[in-house]
Every structure is written in structure tokens, then in C-alpha cells.
């Protein structure tokens, strides 16, 4: 079993940064495929960003060039620097894991096997 837990989130104003924490409990954490969604209320969860085993990144066009998804394997866990924050970038992100998502499959959350519990980001304008 898998526990995500994320941390990090909170309230910033538009151009302000945050950098959430995505902490997993699990065995051989390296081989997992780490994704960010996000989720506004009434509408489905949204790719922000993932990272594979190999370390290659991928983002949604929404975020490229402010956002930032790395990984520590040793400490079992991810990161999203989220720089130039805007106030459509409110909402609750939420991390997810899966050890054999295919390349094609990542930008969809129901190809996730596990996921935290989330964290509220608000950005005011």
C-alpha cells in the first residue's frame, strides 16, 4: 500500500511562489511515476505536471516555464516549485503515484493507483 501525503500548500499573491511536498510511503519509491493534479470545485482533476522513474518531466502548457516537478529518491519525495503564480492557479493540488503508467497514460488521473489527500493553494489577485 501506498500513503501520499502532500504539504506545502496555502494562501500567496499572484507572482508569489510556493513549493509543495508530495511524501510517500513506499518501498522502491524511484520506480514510481509521481504526478501533480489539481481540482477547482464542480470540475474534474487536472494534469499540472509528473515525473518519471527516469527523471523526465512533463507539464501541462498552463504551467510550462513557472512550474517545476523534481524528486528526491532517497527522501521519498517530490516537489512542485510553482513560480509567477496566477489566480487561476487556485485550487487543490494533489499528488498521485503509479509504478507502470506508459508515457501516453500520464497526463490522465485515472490511470493513478494511488493518490494523497491534497493541499489547498489560493492565490489572491
Known amino acids: 500500500q501506498v500513503q501520499l501525503v502532500e504539504s506545502g500548500g496555502g494562501l500567496v499573491q499572484a507572482g508569489g511562489s510556493l513549493r509543495l511536498s508530495c511524501a510517500a510511503s513506499?518501498?522502491?519509491?524511484?520506480?514510481?511515476?509521481i504526478g501533480w493534479f489539481r481540482q477547482t470545485p464542480g470540475n474534474e482533476r487536472e494534469f499540472v505536471a509528473a515525473i518519471r522513474y527516469s527523471r523526465t518531466t512533463h507539464y501541462a502548457d498552463s504551467v510550462k516555464g513557472r512550474f517545476t516537478i523534481s524528486r528526491d529518491n532517497a527522501k521519498n519525495t517530490a516537489y512542485l516549485q510553482m513560480n509567477s503564480l496566477r489566480p487561476d492557479d487556485t485550487a487543490r493540488y494533489y499528488c498521485?503515484?503509479?509504478?507502470?503508467?506508459?508515457?501516453?497514460?500520464?497526463?490522465?488521473?485515472?490511470?493513478?493507483?494511488?493518490w494523497g489527500q491534497g493541499t489547498q493553494v489560493t492565490v489572491s489577485s
Open positions: 498521485a503515484a503509479d509504478a507502470g503508467i506508459i508515457l501516453s497514460s500520464i497526463p490522465y488521473s485515472r490511470n493513478y493507483d494511488y
Open positions: 513506499v518501498s522502491g519509491f524511484s520506480r514510481y511515476t
